[in-house]
C-alpha cells in the first residue's frame, strides 16, 4: 500500500513539472536523448560519455551525429532518465524513483558526499524538515576535485564553514531547470550570496558556473540538481579583481587609458578574456605602443576581449562565434580540457566567476582588425602582396591618418615572372591596388571608379554572387582596420589600357575577325565609350575561308552583321564574376541568345571553351573562343552561304530555309560621340562638329609642306580642307635634325 501510494503520489507530482518543462532546453535535449535510447526500452535516455574522463553528457545533435565533444571521441552511454528507475527482470527503467525528503533525495541521485557532508553539519534536519528548498548537491567527483586546503578548511569546521558552504548551494524554494532562466541570479541561503543562473542553448544549466549534471529530482520538499563542482561565495565584480591582480597590470594600465574599466564594474553578465602581463609583453614594441597611443584603437582592443554574455568553459561542448563588446566576433571552443579562442589554446585558467560575469585568463592578446592598420590586416594567403608593400616602401607611405583601400590579390596571383619584374614596373602594379579613399564591401556599386594612387581609374562590376575590380573578383575576407579597408581578389586586376578595337588590332590573332568587323562598319562601335562584353574568335575559328567565301560574306552586309553582332552584348561581363555551374542567359545585339557558364574555373559559351577570358578594354571586356559562334535558331536561305558556315561551324546543325533572309540591323543600338566646338584656325573661328578628327602633319625642312584633315562623318570636312589650304603658309623651326640637315616631325593628333 505504501509502494503503491509513493508510486501514485510521484507519478501525479512529477507529471505537471514535466510537462512545464517541456519548452526549455535542458528539457528539450533529455527529450531527444529519450528518442535516441527508444530501442533500449522505456524511460532510457542516451548520453555521451567523453573518452578517458568520468564526463557525460545529454547531447545536441552535432555532438550526436560528430561523435565527439571537444574534438574527442564520445561513447554512447544508456542510463535511465531523471527520476525513474530500473525493475529486476524488466527492460528499460519502468519504475519512478521514490520520493523522499531532499535529505534522503541526496542518496538517491548518489550525492552521498553532500549527504555526509549535510548530516556532520547539522544541516541534516532542516534538509528533512518543512519547506521548499532547491539544493545545487556537488557529486562525490565535484568533492574530491575541490582545492585540498579548502576542503580541509571546511572539514576541520563543519558547524560554521561546511554548514554556510551547504547552506551556499540551498535556494529557499523550489526551481526546475524549467525555472532557470538565462542569466538571472538566486539568493542563495547563506548571507544573501548571489547565485548566477545560465541556461545555454546546447541544454546545459549552470550555476556559478558549475554545470547541472542530473537534473529535476524531485523531493517532497523541494528539488535536487546535481552539479560537477563546488561552490564558493562571489563577491567581487570583475573590475575589482582585475584591480588587485597583479599578473594583469598591462590589462589593467589599457583598461584604463581606453577608459573601458568603469564597464566592468556595472551589473552585467560579462565574460572577459584577460590577457596575463606576458601576453602583453609578447607582443611587438612598436605595435602596442602604437595601440596605447590611439585611444580609439586601445578601446577596440580591450573590449575585444570582452563578451556581453556568460559563457562558462562548461557549456562549452563545440566551436561558436561570440560578440565582443569591440563589435566584431571571436570563435570560442573546446579541445578536451581546454577551452580555444579564434581555434588556439591560450586559456590558462577558466572560470574565475564574479557578481557580474567570468573571467578566463588567456596567454596571448587578441588584437582586433579595427585596431590594426590596414596593412596588418592581410592574412596567411595575402602575404606576398603584403611583403612586397614592405619592400617596395609602399606600406611606410600610408599614413596612419590616412584613409586607404588595399585590393589584395591572393599569394597564388603572383606567378614567378611578376616577381621577377623590374621594381619599379612591380610597384606600378601594386599602386593599381591601393584606393586613396577607404571603401567597404557596402560602398561598392555597379559601374563606380575608384582611383588608384598611381592615377589609374578602376572600373567595379556587381553581379549576382559576385564583386568584381576589373578583371578580377573577389573572395570572402573583406577587413577594415583603424585606417582602411582590404578586399581579397583572386587575381592582379589588370586596368584597361585601349579600347575594344585598338586590342583587336594589335592582335594578330584576330585579323581576320577584324577584317569582317570593319566589312560591316562596326568600327565605330568598338571604338566608341561603351560597355561591351565581346567575343573573340581567333584565326583558327576561320580555317578554310578562302578569299572568296569572304567575299560572299562581305557582300551580304546583313548576314555579316547577323553573325558579328551575335558576338556582341551590352554591359561586362567578367567571367569569374558569374556563378559556378549555373547558366547564365545574355541577349546579344544580334538578338539571339548566348549561354554562359563556367565550369572548374572555365568560362563556356554555348559549351564552347573560352581559351582566354577577362582581356580589358576601356569600353568593355573580351573573351577569346577559337570557334565562330552562330545562334542555333537563325536559318540560312541561301546555299553559298550556308556551304561557307557549314565549314566554319560543324558543333551545331545550321538550319536551312530556302529563300529566308536575314534581318537589317541599323546601327542604332549605340550612340556616337558627337562633339561640336569652335576651332581657331588661323585666327579664324570656326564651328567643327565631329565624331572623329585625326590631324596628320609632315614636317620636311623649314616649311610645312601639306596637311591633311580627315574627320569621319563630318559635314565641315570640305570648309575645314578649304580654310587650311587658303591659309598663308606658315614657317617653323625645326626640333630635330637627321642626318642631312633634314627634320622629320610627325604628330597625330585624335579626338574621340
Known amino acids: 500500500m505504501k509502494i503503491f501510494f509513493l508510486f501514485t503520489f510521484s507519478t501525479f507530482f512529477w507529471s505537471p513539472f514535466e510537462q512545464a518543462a517541456a519548452s526549455v532546453h535542458y528539457d528539450k535535449i533529455l527529450t531527444h ?104 548537491a556537488p557529486s562525490s567527483e565535484a568533492w574530491e576535485q575541490l582545492n585540498s586546503e579548502i576542503h580541509r578548511n571546511l572539514i576541520d569546521n563543519v558547524n560554521i564553514e561546511l554548514y554556510s558552504a551547504l547552506h551556499h548551494h540551498m535556494v529557499n524554494k523550489r526551481m526546475l531547470t524549467k525555472d532557470l532562466k538565462n542569466g538571472m541570479t538566486l539568493v542563495s541561503m547563506y548571507n544573501d550570496q548571489k547565485l548566477l543562473i545560465n541556461h545555454y542553448p546546447n541544454g546545459v544549466v549552470t550555476v556559478n558556473c558549475a554545470r547541472v549534471i542530473y537534473g529535476n529530482q524531485i523531493a517532497t520538499n523541494g528539488v535536487v540538481h546535481v552539479i560537477d563542482r563546488v561552490l564558493t561565495a562571489v563577491g567581487n565584480t570583475i573590475q575589482d579583481f582585475i584591480e588587485v591582480e597583479d599578473d594583469l597590470s598591462s590589462l589593467r594600465a589599457a583598461a584604463i587609458t581606453s577608459d573601458v574599466l568603469d564597464i566592468l564594474g556595472k551589473p552585467g553578465h560579462y565574460t ?18 602604437r595601440i596605447m597611443g590611439d585611444k580609439v584603437a586601445s578601446e577596440a582592443l580591450v573590449k575585444f576581449h570582452i563578451l556581453n554574455t556568460l559563457q562558462c568553459s562548461e557549456a562549452i561542448t563545440g566551436g561558436a562565434a561570440y560578440e565582443t563588446l569591440e563589435g566584431n566576433t571571436v570563435e570560442v571552443g573546446c579541445d578536451g580540457e581546454s577551452l580555444t579562442v579564434n581555434g588556439v589554446k591560450m586559456v590558462k585558467r577558466k572560470d574565475i566567476v564574479t557578481s557580474n560575469g567570468v573571467i578566463h585568463l588567456i596567454d596571448e592578446v587578441l588584437i582586433p582588425d579595427s585596431a590594426k592598420q590596414v596593412t596588418e590586416l592581410g592574412g596567411a594567403q595575402q602575404t606576398t602582396f603584403t611583403d612586397l608593400m614592405i619592400q617596395l616602401g ?60 598611381g592615377g589609374k581609374l578602376l572600373r567595379v562590376f556587381l553581379y549576382r554572387t559576385a564583386v568584381c575590380i576589373e578583371n578580377s573578383c573577389m573572395v570572402r575576407g573583406s577587413k577594415e582596420g583603424r585606417n582602411g579597408f582590404i578586399h581579397i581578389l583572386r587575381q592582379i586586376i589588370n586596368p584597361a589600357e585601349k579600347t575594344l578595337h585598338e586590342m583587336l588590332r594589335n592582335d594578330k590573332r584576330f585579323s581576320v575577325f577584324l577584317s569582317l568587323v570593319k566589312a560591316a562598319d562596326l568600327d565605330d562601335v568598338l571604338s566608341q565609350p561603351g560597355k561591351w562584353t565581346l567575343f573573340v574568335p581567333t584565326n583558327d575559328a576561320f580555317k ?39 547558366t547564365n542567359i545574355l541577349k546579344t545585339i544580334q538578338g539571339g541568345k548566348l549561354y554562359l557558364k563556367t565550369v572548374n574555373d572555365t568560362l563556356l559559351i554555348n559549351e564552347l571553351k573560352s581559351r582566354e577570358s577577362d582581356l580589358m578594354a576601356t569600353n568593355g571586356v573580351i573573351h577569346v573562343i577559337d570557334k565562330l559562334l552562330y545562334p542555333a535558331d537563325l536559318p540560312v536561305g541561301n546555299d553559298q552561304l550556308l556551304t561557307i558556315l557549314k565549314k566554319l561551324i560543324k558543333y551545331i546543325q545550321i538550319k536551312f530555309v530556302r529563300g529566308s533572309a536575314f534581318k537589317e540591323i541599323p546601327l542604332t543600338f549605340y550612340k556616337p560621340i558627337i562633339k561640336t566646338y569652335t576651332k581657331i584656325i588661323d585666327g579664324r573661328p570656326v564651328e567643327v562638329t565631329e565624331k572623329k578628327v585625326t590631324e596628320e602633319r609632315i614636317i620636311q625642312g623649314p616649311e610645312i609642306k601639306y596637311t591633311r584633315i580627315t574627320a569621319g562623318g563630318s559635314d565641315n570636312e570640305e570648309k575645314l580642307k578649304k580654310l587650311l589650304e587658303d591659309a598663308p603658309v606658315r614657317k617653323e623651326q625645326p626640333t630635330r635634325r637627321t642626318q642631312g640637315g633634314t627634320a622629320r616631325r610627325r604628330t597625330r593628333l585624335a579626338y574621340p
Not at 572577459?272 to 605602443?289: D, K, M, Q, V, Y
Not at 619584374?421 to 567597404?440: A, P
Not at 551580304?556 to 556582341?568: C, F, G, T, V
Request: hydrophobic share 35%; aromatic share 8%.
Open 272 to 289: 572577459l578574456f584577460a590577457p596575463t602581463n606576458e601576453a602583453f609583453e609578447r607582443l611587438p614594441r612598436g605595435l602596442l605602443e
Open 394 to 453: 609602399l606600406a611606410s607611405s600610408l599614413r596612419p591618418e590616412g584613409q586607404y583601400t588595399l585590393l589584395v590579390p591572393l599569394n597564388g596571383a603572383f606567378s614567378d615572372d611578376t616577381l621577377r619584374m623590374d621594381q619599379r614596373r612591380l610597384k606600378t602594379i601594386l599602386q593599381n591596388h591601393i584606393i586613396n579613399v577607404k571603401v567597404g564591401l557596402n560602398e561598392l556599386y555597379n559601374g563606380q571608379e575608384l582611383e588608384t594612387i
Open 33 to 136: 536523448s529519450r528518442i535516441r535510447a527508444r530501442d533500449q526500452g522505456q524511460n532510457v535516455c542516451a548520453l555521451q560519455q567523453v573518452m578517458g574522463t568520468k564526463k557525460k553528457y545529454f547531447s545536441t545533435c552535432r555532438n550526436w551525429y560528430q561523435g565527439a565533444i571537444c574534438g574527442k571521441k564520445a561513447t554512447v552511454l544508456y542510463e535511465c532518465c531523471p527520476g525513474y528507475m530500473k525493475m529486476d527482470g524488466m527492460r528499460g527503467c519502468p519504475a519512478v524513483a521514490p520520493i523522499d525528503h531532499v535529505y534522503g533525495t541526496l542518496g538517491i541521485v548518489g550525492a552521498t558526499s553532500t549527504q555526509h557532508y549535510s548530516d556532520i553539519s547539522k544541516l541534516r534536519g532542516e534538509l528533512e524538515g518543512r519547506g521548499s528548498f532547491t539544493f545545487f
Open 544 to 582: 578554310g575561308l578562302t578569299d572568296d567565301d569572304k567575299d560572299i560574306l562581305i557582300r551580304d552586309k546583313n548576314a555579316l552583321r547577323n553573325i558579328l553582332l551575335y558576338h556582341l552584348t551590352q554591359g561586362v561581363f567578367i567571367g569569374s564574376g558569374f556563378e559556378p555551374g549555373v
